[in-house]
């Protein structure tokens, strides 16, 4: 019979917890001589290292608020309240997400969120009444400086997935899901949806390197010796998006700090990728 491990026994009514720490020669008094008991457990092979890492991570979630897990204003996948059937459906169809923000004419204007899987009513029955308007939630609103945990149980009891993050001033500042507090207990979870990941910056050839829009502008400076300020922006993405004062264009060039920019994948909102190298040195790089 399996033995709860909560549950006493013959052993003095000793707990799980304590009867490990008897064995160790200590009971732990905090939290950081529970994290060393249980480490050492691992060490001896009484604790799967997969499974301390799951005990890790939910200690640790006790511990972490919103703003340390959520999906960052500039990295939102949205959907606009104007967009029509057709623009939505391939929105979906790229990003692969399941719930998506709906936005007025900037991403403060939280409309509501839509469920991919409530689009099938309109594109299973072409004569419905409904429209796209009709199938927008009410959105959850929380502060970025909610506890993790407290949101997880909230999750759980009201059945949610989504929340949208505002912060101090009222504004958004991201958004959570539930898979993404979940990630912060047992690590990365994959779907067969999930993109395959892409390294930040990668080498073309000399001097010339491809740079996804997302890369923090700390990592840029790191990796190519540059000085751009991160006061205003997080991404290099969103450096160069204010450089040209639009969404720039496949093809599109511009030059910042020294280096210059040629824009590799973008769509009609989003800046996803640039050709960088030097800029003096631009002109004679190879296509």
Request: negative net charge; glycine residues 8%; proline residues 3%.
């Amino acid at each position: 019979m399996n033995e709860d491990p909560n549950s006493t026994n013959g052993s003095g009514g000793k707990t799980w917890l304590e009867r490990l720490g008897r064995i160790f020669g200590a009971d732990p008094r905090s939290r950081e001589d529970l994290l060393d008991l249980l480490r050492e457990a691992s060490e001896r092979g009484l604790i799967e290292a997969e499974t301390l890492k799951m005990i890790e991570g939910a200690l640790e979630v006790d511990e972490l608020q919103v703003r340390d897990a959520m999906i960052p204003r500039s990295q939102m996948v949205v959907i606009h309240k104007g967009d029509t059937l057709d623009e939505v459906l391939a929105m979906i169809i790229e990003s692969g997400h399941s719930r998506f923000p709906v936005v007025g004419e900037d991403k403060d204007e939280i409309q509501g969120i839509l469920l991919a899987k409530d689009l099938l009513q309109l594109v299973a029955r072409e004569n419905t009444d409904l429209k796209l308007a009709d199938l927008v939630r009410e959105p959850v609103i929380i502060p970025e400086s909610k506890r993790l945990n407290v949101l997880l149980n909230e999750f759980r009891v009201n059945k949610n997935h989504m929340a949208i993050v505002v912060d101090e001033y009222g504004g958004v500042a991201g958004l959570i899901t539930i898979e993404d507090v979940l990630e912060e207990i047992v690590g990365d979870i994959d779907d067969e949806h999930d993109a395959e990941t892409v390294e930040d910056i990668q080498a073309l050839g000399e001097d010339h390197f491809l740079v996804q829009a997302l890369t923090p502008i700390d990592d840029f400076n790191e990796s190519f010796g540059s000085d751009f300020s991160d006061e205003e922006f997080d991404t290099i993405g969103g450096l160069v998006v204010s450089e040209f004062g639009y969404v720039p264009e496949v093809d599109e060039i511009v030059e910042l700090g020294g280096w210059r920019f040629e824009v590799t994948a973008a769509d009609d909102r989003r800046l996803h990728a640039m050709r960088v190298g030097p800029a003096e040195a631009s002109e004679t790089a190879e296509a």
